[in-house]
C-alpha cells in the first residue's frame, strides 16, 4: 500500500476538478487507490467539492460553458475509473436522474452539462440522449426505478413534449415516484406551473440543487438574503441572453417576462430594491428598444 497524505491529495483533486485537468485527476484518483483510501471518499471528499466551486463560479459568472464542460470531462473521468468500485462496494448514489433532450429537439450541450453536474454532485445518471420520446423517459424511469425525469428542450416547438411527458409518467402511475423537471433556454418557471412540472432550473448548478432540494439530500435551508440573491444573479443572467435577441421576437420577450418573474421573486424574498431597480429598469429600457 502506498503512502499519502489524503487531506493534500483531496485539495490537489478538487484543484484539478476546477482546473478541468483530467490527467491530473486520472492520477490522483489512481494514487488514493493505491494508497486504499475509499472510492466514497474520494468523490465525497476530493471531486464534489471542486466540482461544487465550478457550479458556484458558473453560476456567478466567472466561469462560462468551455470551462465548465472542461471541468465537467475531467470529472468524468475520475467517475470513469471509481463508478465500477462504488457498484461493487455498495454504495448508494443520492438519487436516481433520468434525462434527456425532448422529442423532435437534438440539442444536447445544456443537457449533457445538467447531466454531468447531477453526475458530479452523486446522483446516478441516465442519459436518454436527444430527441427522446415520452414513452423513453417512462421506460428508462420503471427500469432505473428513477426518483427524478429530467427535461431539456431549446425550441419553442419541442417545449410542448414536456407537457406529453409529464402526461406519460402521469398516465404510468408513476408520479408518486418520480418528480418531473425541466430546463432549457426558453422554458420557464411559468411553464413549468402550467404543465404541472415539479421544478425548472435555469442552469446546471441551479438544476443541481432543486434535485437535491426535492428529493430532500444535501442541501441546507438557504436564508432569504441568499435566496434573493440567488434570484437575482439568475436574473441577470437572464437579461443578459435576452438582450442579445432581436428586439420584439418571442425570444426577446421570452426573455424579458422572465427576468422580471425573477426581480418579483428576488423582491418577495426582501432583496436590495436598489438592485433591483436597476435590472427592472433595462427591462423598460429594452422593451422600448
Ligand atoms: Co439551434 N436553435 N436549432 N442548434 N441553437 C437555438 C436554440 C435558437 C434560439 C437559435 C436562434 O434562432 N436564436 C433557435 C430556437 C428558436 C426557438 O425555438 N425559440 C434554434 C433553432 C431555430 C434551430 C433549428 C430549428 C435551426 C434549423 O435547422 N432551421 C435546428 C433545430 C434542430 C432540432 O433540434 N430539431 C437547430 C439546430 C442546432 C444545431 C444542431 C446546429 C446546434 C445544436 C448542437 C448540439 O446541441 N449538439 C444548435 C445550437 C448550438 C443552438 C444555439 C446557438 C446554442 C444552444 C446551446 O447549446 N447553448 C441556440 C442559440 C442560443 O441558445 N443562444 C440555438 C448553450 C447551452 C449551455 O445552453 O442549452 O440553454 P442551454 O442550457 C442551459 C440552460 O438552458 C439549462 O442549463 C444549461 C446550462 O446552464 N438547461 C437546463 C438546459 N437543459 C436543462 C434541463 C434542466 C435544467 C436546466 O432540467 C432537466
Given at each position: ?158 417545449m ?27 422554458v420557464t418557471?411559468r411553464y413549468a406551473d402550467e404543465i ?94
Amino acid at each position: 500500500m502506498a503512502d499519502i497524505d489524503t487531506d493534500e491529495a483531496f485539495q490537489e483533486l478538487s484543484d484539478c476538478i476546477i482546473k478541468g485537468d483530467a490527467p491530473g485527476v486520472d492520477r490522483l484518483v489512481k494514487a488514493c487507490l493505491e494508497a486504499e483510501v475509499s472510492p466514497g471518499a474520494i468523490i465525497n471528499d476530493g471531486m464534489i467539492p471542486g466540482m461544487d466551486v465550478v457550479g458556484e463560479l458558473f453560476r456567478t459568472n466567472q466561469y462560462y460553458v468551455p470551462e465548465v464542460l472542461i471541468s465537467a470531462r475531467a470529472m468524468k473521468t475520475g467517475m470513469a475509473i471509481l463508478r465500477p468500485l462504488l457498484t461493487e462496494s455498495g454504495i448508494e448514489p443520492l438519487g436516481r436522474v433520468v434525462i434527456g433532450t425532448v422529442r423532435g429537439d437534438l440539442h444536447d450541450i445544456g443537457k449533457n452539462l445538467v447531466a454531468m453536474m447531477l453526475e458530479g454532485a452523486g446522483f446516478d445518471v441516465t442519459d436518454t440522449g436527444i430527441d427522446t420520446h415520452p414513452d423513453e423517459y417512462v421506460q428508462e424511469a420503471l427500469s432505473q426505478g428513477a426518483h427524478i425525469v429530467g427535461m431539456s428542450a431549446l425550441l419553442t416547438t419541442t417545449m410542448t413534449n414536456m407537457r406529453s411527458t409529464i402526461e406519460a409518467v402521469e398516465a404510468a402511475g408513476l408520479d408518486d415516484q418520480v418528480q418531473c423537471i425541466i430546463g432549457g433556454a426558453p422554458v420557464t418557471q411559468r411553464y413549468a406551473d402550467e404543465i404541472n412540472a415539479d421544478g425548472y432550473a435555469p442552469d446546471a448548478a441551479s438544476a443541481v440543487t432543486l434535485t437535491k432540494r426535492l428529493l430532500g439530500v444535501g442541501v441546507q435551508e438557504e436564508s432569504p438574503e441568499e435566496q434573493g440573491r440567488q434570484l437575482y444573479l439568475q436574473a441577470r443572467d437572464a437579461l443578459q441572453v435576452a438582450v442579445r435577441e432581436e428586439p420584439g421576437s418571442a425570444e426577446h420577450r421570452g426573455g424579458l417576462e422572465q427576468t422580471r418573474q425573477l426581480v418579483e421573486q428576488a423582491a418577495e424574498v426582501g432583496y436590495d430594491p436598489t438592485h433591483l431597480a436597476r435590472l427592472t429598469a433595462e427591462i423598460e429600457r429594452e422593451l422600448a428598444r
